[in-house]
């Protein structure tokens, strides 16, 4: 999947403001210790920015909310099954950003040596792929090596440069 247009993120960046995922995102990027255009990036990659049920698979959607929560996940399953999803995002928000964070660390702990935007490269890769699966990638040479479009990672690094750019010019 090849990175969106800067034009198409500011347009995604308006959106979060507007339907105030912008605040919810930020809120527990930094509870989670991660920078908030990192968030920005994953829901831009996972969603478009939209708050939805994706990944419909024999007849039923696997991915709850703005950062498609897997519902292997029970408060995946539930949010999607009472509809809380829409209603109350914030708990799959912090879900989200508590894997997001559990990734960096692991990420850091594997690869002292990465610099910060390689090691959230592989933890982007691991909300993908799995975390395990995105080390042993990078071992041999790419984290994004189980990823779908063998990209995730990538493009979320690539994504959240552009939303940072995007907010330093005051958009």
Same mark, same amino acid.
């Given at each position: 999947?090849?990175?969106?247009?800067?034009?198409?993120? $500011?347009?995604?960046?308006?959106?979060?403001?507007?339907?105030?995922?912008?605040? /919810? $995102?930020?809120?527990?990027?930094?509870?989670?210790?991660?920078?908030?255009?990192?968030?920005?990036?994953?829901?831009?990659?996972?969603?478009?920015?939209?708050?939805?049920?994706?990944?419909?698979?024999?007849?039923?959607?696997?991915?709850?909310?703005?950062? *498609?929560?897997?519902?292997?996940?029970?408060?995946?399953?539930?949010?999607?099954?009472?509809?809380?999803? /829409?209603?109350?995002?914030?708990? $799959?928000?912090?879900?989200?950003?508590?894997?997001? *964070?559990?990734?960096?660390?692991?990420?850091?702990?594997?690869?002292?040596?990465?610099?910060?935007?390689?090691? $959230?490269?592989?933890?982007?890769?691991?909300?993908?792929?799995?975390?395990?699966?995105?080390?042993?990638?990078?071992?041999?040479?790419?984290?994004?090596?189980?990823?779908?479009?063998?990209?995730?990672?990538?493009?979320?690094?690539?994504?959240?440069?552009?939303?940072?750019?995007?907010?330093?010019?005051?958009?």
């Amino acid at each position: 999947m090849p990175t969106p247009p800067k034009s198409a993120l $500011l347009n995604q960046l308006h959106s979060l403001r507007h339907t105030g995922f912008a605040e /919810k $995102l930020d809120r527990f990027a930094n509870k989670h210790s991660f920078p908030t255009p990192f968030f920005f990036a994953i829901a831009s990659r996972e969603t478009n920015c939209i708050n939805e049920l994706g990944d419909p698979r024999n007849g039923e959607f696997h991915g709850v909310g703005i950062v *498609q929560i897997d519902i292997q996940h029970p408060i995946a399953r539930q949010a999607r099954d009472s509809g809380s999803w /829409k209603t109350d995002p914030d708990p $799959l928000i912090d879900f989200g950003a508590q894997i997001l *964070q559990d990734n960096i660390a692991r990420a850091k702990q594997r690869f002292p040596n990465f610099n910060t935007q390689q090691q $959230l490269k592989v933890a982007a890769s691991g909300y993908n792929c799995g975390i395990d699966a995105a080390i042993a990638g990078a071992l041999n040479g790419d984290s994004d090596k189980h990823t779908t479009g063998k990209d995730y990672g990538r493009d979320v690094v690539t994504r959240m440069a552009i939303f940072e750019e995007l907010i330093a010019e005051g958009n």
